[in-house]
């Protein structure tokens, strides 16, 4: 295995230089964190990548906004338990209104140096007075070191753990540091998913590059999470990047260019990872591996249609080694190739071999390979080179409990 060109932290945001991120209960909800900001001590590069649901939540149109003007954020504020979507024209002056309260609170010239981003109840407006309040409060913290995960904390909403990664790599020999946070658990489908994602580095980074890296990032992780095949409207991922390491910016001809990318997929790899491990109501986590399709494409609609049947998603939460709903849903999803050359393993055990199920061991072998709480399945279509991954949970009881009182 390939040695990574970068050291894993366990920092956390405060592990980057240059940066303030903390997170509050401002009242949104009775006891729980539900307002975090990320702050930078200097404008910085930004990047960000969007939801492609045509119903789209006020933050994201805004944010999106303030990034065309220019390219550059020096803060992001998250509030979570209410996602400023469905809310018309009035949505998106309170989203504005809140860019600007934290502009004036942290003496940011422009307001459209901040991001605004939000989840949580579709259709709700978001309780001005309380995030303006919460936002004062979080500037007179503003030299403080809160830790203890604050701000992973602060944008869960059904999240059951926070997520959060930090890793620092070499840089014109500088020591470069790049940490992110993540949430989601539930409405998780690429394009993005219910998920928002933060990430901020103290490197410096060229505007087209910074994109262009986290575009590919996104694509080869969050892109490839599907807890229940819904698109949420309210999904970003943003990177600010401010230069507080002093090194030289990163350009596609720097010779440290494919370590920052390097970092920069793993640290996102690990988010979505750990997203599927949290869908709602999860107890196991399934990696879908295809392989042999005919083209990438073949192999990415049938690595989806595999993690998204909730036929398949219910054997996993029974243990059920039911293999035929595999073959099934691999049969719809559009794929081009023959079902006599299917083969198809669980944590490298055959199920499934030329499209018939294999006798090796009995049923109750496969039964107990299916009680792992991680699992690996591998079908091979015997078609082509094509090949995709797709990272998933399984369904359960307690999925239904959740989204059926949700409101």
């Known amino acids: 295995m390939q040695e990574q060109s970068f050291r894993i932290l366990d920092k956390g945001l405060d592990a980057v230089e240059g940066f303030f991120s903390c997170g509050i209960n401002c009242g949104i909800k009775k006891s729980r964190k539900d307002l975090a900001i990320l702050f930078s001590r200097v404008p ?41 979507a469905c809310t018309g024209s009035r949505g998106l002056d309170d989203a504005r209104f809140v860019a600007h309260v934290v502009a004036r609170e942290f003496s940011i010239p422009d307001p459209a140096l901040v991001g605004v981003a939000s989840t949580g109840v579709i259709g709700d407006f978001l309780p001005l007075e309380k995030i303006e309040t919460g936002v004062r409060l979080l500037r007179e913290r503003a030299y403080e070191k809160c830790g203890d995960h604050s701000a992973a904390l602060a944008i869960m909403t059904t999240d059951t753990f926070p997520k959060e990664r930090s890793v620092s790599f070499s840089i014109d020999e500088k020591t470069v540091n790049l940490a992110a946070i993540a949430k989601g658990a539930g409405m998780i489908r690429p394009d993005m998913a219910t998920m928002l994602a933060f990430l901020i580095t103290d490197a410096a980074v060229d505007g087209e590059v910074l994109q262009e890296v986290l575009q590919e990032s996104v694509d080869a992780s969050f892109n490839r999470v599907t807890v229940d095949g819904d698109t949420s409207t309210n999904d970003m991922v943003l990177i600010l990047a401010n ?58 609609k049938a690595a989806f249609t595999v993690a998204e049947s909730m036929l398949v998603k219910t054997a996993l939460f029974g243990e059920d080694p039911n293999w035929g709903r595999v073959m099934a849903a691999l049969g719809r999803s559009g794929a081009d190739f023959e079902p006599a050359r299917v083969s198809l393993s669980v944590n490298g055990t055959p199920f499934v071999r030329d499209g018939m199920g294999t006798s090796e061991g009995g049923w109750e072998v496969l039964r107990k390979v299916m009680c792992a709480q991680e699992i690996e399945m591998i079908i091979r279509l015997g078609t082509g080179q094509g090949s995709f991954n797709v990272w998933t949970c399984d369904l359960s009881v307690d999925y239904v409990k959740i989204n059926s009182h949700y409101s």
Request: hydrophobic fraction near 40%.
């Open 243 to 300: 230069g507080s390491s002093g090194s030289s910016t990163i350009d596609r001809n720097h010779p440290d260019y494919p370590t920052f990318k390097e970092a920069m997929q793993w640290v996102c790899t690990e988010l979505a990872k750990d997203l599927a491990r949290d869908g709602e109501g999860a107890t196991k986590f399934l990696n879908v591996v295809v392989e042999g399709a005919a083209t990438p494409e073949d192999a990415r």
């Open 44 to 84: 910085a590069t930004a990047a960000g990548v969007f939801t492609r649901n045509s119903v789209v939540a006020a933050p994201v149109t805004v944010t999106r906004e303030h990034l065309q003007r220019g390219g550059n954020l020096q803060a992001v504020v998250i509030n979570s338990g209410v996602a400023n």
